[in-house]
């Protein structure tokens, strides 16, 4: 029979405090249940580090703006300066323009944060778009990421409008000219841009509110949003776990990468810090926005080569190429199609194919798996050559937003400019994809022919008989395996117009439409090698079929063995030595 005895209350010890909080705390919020999350993997890829960056650049932001909350004031009502700035002395201004030189030139680091905050601004839409960018061209919008590819579409956009609404707030005359050219995109909305026109100035333009309206947005409803849509998005991430690139020991349903503590936050916290330096460099010596330069907003002025920010840009070019182009409707009802056309159809139809093509890719190939091993842009070529070229459209666009400034600075003349973005926005984007397309059947013809006939090594051998050739090595298993897995997606096939009784099939005209889409988004391929073409190569490449030597490769026929040595025609051969072994 044991017995237990208790110790005596002087004998035992005192736990921590450090353990007596963390008892306290997880009795109350119960952390401890979350203790998964330490160990959850996180792949390593350098082209992950752009959602990082616009995360931390919205963390940036966040600082900043709470900063410059308490020095701006957003009224619109009329004043005149007196502040440091000596060209501006006595003229008349509203009280957001005169609060915006005051933290520019009389607030200590006033103009730093300032420009802190708007670089911040540009670096985390330009980096949300690379997100977006290298989220599409590796295919990590298919199930189950669906919505959470809605989300970051929607956050995009959320951002931006939030950029443009901050960039509006300081009522100098560079962003009131874009609050002009939003007033008169609002107008042109058909039946309700009126309506909608007066709510947003609260009457005519640029009355007395718009300022304060903007302000209350722009701290209040937007970065709200924005906060929900990034934990949302964060979540879901955890939630259908992080994608990964394919390789050896990655499969669909693992993911191999760092713990999330202490390595992947470790990574995280340095990273923000850098993020965060890289910010202030910028902010402490690349002037942007000098709103005294362009003086307070007046209806009636407007300066010479004014461009918004670089977001905005597209737009700007699409409203300069535009013919224009109006005409009346029964009723005396005026269409302005010179600006509804590029400033609201356009950017529509833009963001509704963004949005929508994860639903209409999975439509089309019928594919309802669960997709977390990410695709090599070159493996779909259409989808990349789609993307590329849907870049290039919208560069196109940009450029001719600055057809005044490149007509200036190169000397060109501005209607040649105007007319080269008419016919460069048509052009441009589908020479942009046929050369794309090519280009990634081409990298993939010569991944086919780095299986069979090995890796190009710039080593120049003559054989006995005085011919030259080029030694190559047989790829290492790991990149050979890598290779060898790529997904081949096939065509669906073409609908049959009758059953085998005969009855004709109504879904013919939709089957066939699927059909014609899978055709062009699966379209030619690059087959892998069959088992025969794979064994004569290694045997080739001097691998005998399960004879593998000590490092995995071998030599032969004018080729070399891994550590740059000469195959069996020759050195092995005068050794004495067998041909699958390394010559040392």
Known sequence: M????????????????????????????????????IRKAFPDHWTFMFGEIALYSFIVLLLTGVWLTMFFDPSMSETAYHGSHEALQGIPMTRAYESTLRISFDVRGGLFIRQLHHWSALVMIATLCIHMLRHFLTGSFRRPREINWLIGFVLLVVVTLEGFIGYSLPDDLLSGTGLRIAEGVTLAIPVVGTYATMFLFGGEYPGTDVIPRF??????????????????????????????????????????????????????????FLVFGVLSVMAAIAQINPVWTYGPYRSDQISQGSQPDWYMG????????????????????????????????????????????????????GDKREHHLLDRPRERPTRTAFAVSFVAFYLVLFFGGANDILAERFHLSLNAITWSVRIGMFVVPVVTYIVTKRICLALLLRDRDKLLHGRETGRIKRLPHGEFVEVHERLDREREYFLLSREIPEALPAPATHDDEGVPNPNVRKQMVRHRISRWLHGPQIPHPTVQEMQHAVEHLGQAPGLPSSNGHGSSNGHASSNGHAGNGSRAAVEGRESDQEVH
């Open 215 to 272: 302000y209350s947005l722009h701290i209040l409803l937007m970065p709200g949003i924005i906060v929900a849509l990034v934990t949302v998005h964060l979540i879901l991430v955890v939630v259908h776990k992080h994608t990964q690139f394919r390789g050896p020991g990655r499969t669909e349903n693992n993911v191999v990468g760092h713990p999330l503590m202490p390595i992947y936050v470790a990574k995280a916290g340095g990273f923000f």
């Open 314 to 365: 597209f737009l700007e070019g699409a409203l300069r190429a535009m013919p224009a182009w109006e005409f009346v409707l029964p009723g005396g009802y005026t269409v302005n199609m010179g600006v509804l056309l590029p400033a609201v159809v356009l950017p529509t139809i833009m963001m509704a194919v963004v949005a929508l093509w994860p639903f209409l890719e999975a439509w089309v190939t």
């Open 2 to 37: 044991s017995t237990t005895e208790r110790a005596p209350h002087s004998a035992r010890t005192e736990p921590p405090k450090g353990v007596r909080v963390a008892d306290w705390v997880d009795g109350r919020l119960g952390i401890y249940n979350l203790r998964f999350l």
